[in-house]
């Protein structure tokens, strides 16, 4: 059985800093490209950071580079979010999401495995 559980989530001030780790389990993680996206309040889930299989590409939307980082350790099956210089307008719920394919996307239908989520809000 498939898991994927995101923590780290929170409240935190314009300007601070988050990190998020998704944890999955029953998937062959290691050949998994990984994805964070979000969904604000009234938002469609937007993507926001992926990863290939090895860490050895990454992709930020627009709204994000230069603030996230994103990075993963395949010997403990994690995949993290470094959330820094955070704004108001970045929050949302946060979902991690494994892709089981081979080509890398950001395409949120392409990934197979999702989490629940783990609210992020930033307060000004």
């Known amino acids: 059985q498939v898991h994927v559980v995101e923590s780290g989530g929170g409240l935190v001030q314009a300007g601070g800093s988050l990190r998020l780790s998704c944890a999955a389990s029953?998937?062959?993680?290691?050949?998994?490209?990984m994805g964070w996206f979000r969904q604000g309040p009234g938002k469609e889930r937007e993507f926001v950071a992926a990863i290939t299989w090895s860490g050895g590409s990454t992709r930020y939307a627009d709204s994000v580079k230069g603030r996230f980082t994103i990075s993963r350790d395949n010997a403990k099956n994690t995949v993290y979010l470094q959330m820094n210089s955070l704004k108001p307008e970045d929050t949302a719920v946060y979902y991690c999401?494994?892709?089981?394919?081979?080509?890398?996307?950001?395409?949120?239908?392409?990934?197979?495995?999702w989490g629940q989520g783990t609210q992020v809000t930033v307060s000004s």
């Open positions: 999401a494994a892709d089981s394919s081979p080509l890398f996307t950001t395409a949120h239908s392409a990934y197979d495995y």
């Open positions: 029953g998937l062959p993680f290691s050949r998994c490209h």
